[in-house]
């Protein structure tokens, strides 16, 4: 099983500014099935972006998706409101499809 | 428009049985892997169990590995989860959620979840 470690746990921020969220796998995932899913307090989880770098329909360009092999990144390049909320990454190329144990992202 | 809507959720006693159902609409459904995804009470998401699309092939997290079935109904757009030996650490809101592709994949859309106690 790959086990995908995210880091930090939770990430304080100020809207406006820059966040990076990282998220290591314990062995290379393969083709990059790599996706990220964002998930509000009381709402189902929403994916983000898909092949490590691939935006799902609608998504604002504010949000990239970039890294390959263990090392994944998902990047918000200027924090609004509504992004405040805790980040999952999640391996597919390989059964079972693991979750990392997320990333809280709360207004500083 | 992709909808999911699942039920079936209750409290249970630990050992006892369960069947979770999720009505799917707005896609072609046995074009599609479906899958459960759990999430414990302040926790993270965890994957359960996948099935591919017209024939049916399944895998399964270890923790559920033999107490759990995943089956599907293409006559009547329906995912099902059989749950049985349920522990208390089943306890959860598990989420179905479609699947990009005919056998794996990412999970593209998500019903609202339905939530299992295990509890004496």
Known sequence: ?????QSPGTLSLSPGERATLSCRASQSISSSYLAWYQQK???????????????????????SGSG??????????RLEPEDFAVYYCQQYGTSPGTFGQGTKLEIK | EVQLLESGGGLVQPGGSLRLSCAASGFTFNSYAMSWVRQAPGKGLEWVSVI?????????????KGRFTISRDNSRNTLYLQMNSL??????????????????????????????????
């Open chain 2, 87 to 120: 522990r208390v650490e089943d306890t959860a809101l598990y989420y179905c959620a479609k699947i990009s592709g005919y056998s794996s994949g990412y999970q593209n859309h998500w019903g609202q979840g339905t939530l299992v106690t295990v509890s004496s």
């Open chain 1, 68 to 77: 390959s092999g263990t090392d994944f990144t998902l990047t918000i390049s």
């Open chain 1, 41 to 63: 307090p009381g709402q189902a989880p929403r994916l983000l972006i898909y092949g490590a770098s691939s935006r799902a329909t609608g998504l604002p360009d504010r949000f």
């Open chain 1, 1 to 5: 099983e790959i086990v995908l470690t």
């Open chain 2, 52 to 64: 591919s699309g017209t024939f049916g092939s399944t895998h399964y997290a270890d923790s559920v």
